[in-house]
């Protein structure tokens, strides 16, 4: 839901690196003389060689893996590529056929569930699956066909992270290490749900945190990336644990984009309002989300909506809005300018206009600032609505 600061987690790189690389090599060094290797029966190839240049350990794909994020992945390592979207087949594929024709306004007919099991498996498409997709021809046909063909596939990948996961796995990122990450990342409030603040602290030896590290692609599907920067999101226990879990749904990546004018919070008069009802003298409104635009973005963000369950959990902030209604009318633009008169009169710097919406509503209103408070994002909605 809220936009997360690349550059916080670009700034951790090198000493990320420093810490987890020695990891790294020491566990590829045993799986090279292991007798019996890992092998990846996607390609017939060694696990191990999915970390080499040339028959040597590639540090540079390393670095990728570790700090690079994961356009830089799929572009410049094609066997990267190749794992991403193989896992991505697997991990999206529990969709409910009917549901997906719903939400694109699609007829329920043969005809349209085939093409879209045929535009899902194009998606993500890989080499690596080819011979897999080829022995089941008729995958597109019905649920049970397209079930067989992804079980397959499946059946490979957990063989592939099972041997990957000798080499990469979250077990071996310290617990001192994963604390530091959330505390220098600069997020203090959940960016799925902008409700909850994930509080950091230090307990007069190290930084704790009461976060939980989300894996935006799940460890359990995704091992290769279990260790990736990029792939850590701070989050609260809820959204974490009770809502997102790994359920196979896509949803916008915080670190691309967040929702901003194209899902908006909006306050909706019940049937009951009233004059009072505008000027915050009773919550009688509804809160409600509205989603704009169309395609991958438009679906992304609406299986936020419901994954995180935020139309129904922010109905419970009827008074934070009710408040913010208030405010609107109990201090005018004549009381701002009261006020700037009487700073400019004792000598004192007027108020900026993001110090002025905090000295009234109690939020800056500024975008870069929606992961410092909760509910900001649902402030600079309504205030926006008010003022429109």
Known sequence: ???????????????????????????????????????????????????????????????TLLTGTFSDMTSRYMDLQDYIQTCRLVYYSSFKIHYELDKLRLPKTQRERERFRE???????????????????????????????????????NTLNEGIGRIVNYSMLPDELRHSIMNRMGVEVCPYCN???????????????TADLDHFYPKSVFMLLSLSLFNFVPSCHICNSRCKLAKGVEILYPYDRGYMDDALFKYVLTPGGSIDSIVGGNTDFDIEMEIS???????????GVDMFKLEKLYRSHKECVREILYKKQAYSKLHQDDLQDLLEL???????????????????????????????????DVIRQILN
């Open 293 to 303: 635009g169309t395609g991958a973005s438009h679906r992304m963000m609406q299986n």
């Open 1 to 63: 839901m809220i936009k997360l600061d690349p550059a916080n987690v670009t700034r951790q790189a090198t000493e990320y690196l420093n810490e987890m690389m020695n990891v790294i090599k020491r566990n590829y060094q045993v799986e090279r003389i292991t007798p019996s290797p890992a092998m990846n029966p996607f390609t017939g190839r060694r696990v191990a060689e999915l970390f080499e240049s040339g028959g040597t350990l590639d540090e540079t794909l390393l670095d």
């Open 119 to 157: 535009r899902y498996a194009t998606r993500y498409a890989s080499s690596w699956f080819d011979q897999i997709k080829a022995a089941h021809p008729n995958y597109m046909q019905n649920d049970e066909y397209f079930d067989a063909f992804i079980d397959a596939v499946e059946a490979n990948l």
């Open 346 to 380: 004792m000598g004192l710097e007027q108020l900026t206009q993001h110090e002025m919406n905090l000295f009234q509503y109690g939020y800056t209103l500024d975008p870069e600032n929606f992961s410092k408070r909760p509910l900001s994002k649902l402030a600079y």
């Open 195 to 209: 409700r909850q603040y994930i509080t950091h602290y230090h307990d007069g030896i190290k930084f704790k945190t």
